[in-house]
């Protein structure tokens, strides 16, 4: 029994230092850059040495990852555990229900320098901008995470080999969430307590499912 306390004990340590290390590497992102930020940097914010980062991480580009990489995949187990006979909108409300108990870093929003609550995981897409190593990673892991979509709603909604409609489902989640981050600076600049990225992308997807013509329209009509 105190063999298995040990164990338990060490792993619960071992993962409170990932986390810190993870907290860090967001906010220094976040506030330096990128490239402004060091593994030095990162590991002094964190209070662990050096070398404890390698244990953890084999590179800077990894922790920038880190965060994205686990929602993807989060979300797509929680995306194919929904019941059958839901529509997209309730698969991704539901799914994103099914995220809200699982830990997330931002769970705990970070504050930027003017005092602006920022999304840590939308850090990666938007350093995708200027850091190509960052950038040709995000675009491996949107692959996966699309096809692995498009297979789900083939098999849900029953769509038959060659139909490219699980396909457009997918890349509009997709682009859901791109928009919820990227949207989520321009709608905190105005808002002293903006919706969370989760909502914003919900707002999005089902946007996309009203049809871009409607959109369209409506800035035509004004």
Known sequence: MAQVEGTNRRERKKSETRTRIIEAATALFQRNGYQGTSIEDITEMADVA??????????????????????NEDLAEAMESRPPGESLDEMVAGALSTLDGLGYVNSQ??????GAPFPPLGVGLLMAETEPEVAGRIYQSTVRFQDRMTALFRRRFEYPLGSIEPRVLAAAMTASWFVAVYGFGEVAAVEPDPPSTDA???????????????????????
């Open 50 to 71: 050096p070398r404890t980062f390698y244990s953890y991480f084999d590179a800077k580009a990894d922790v920038a990852m880190v965060q994205l990489d686990r929602w």
């Open 109 to 114: 929003r970070l504050r930027d320098e003017n």
């Open 200 to 222: 914003l992308g919900l707002q999005s997807l089902t946007m996309y499912n009203s049809g871009i013509a409607t959109l369209v329209e409506r800035t035509v009509l004004r």
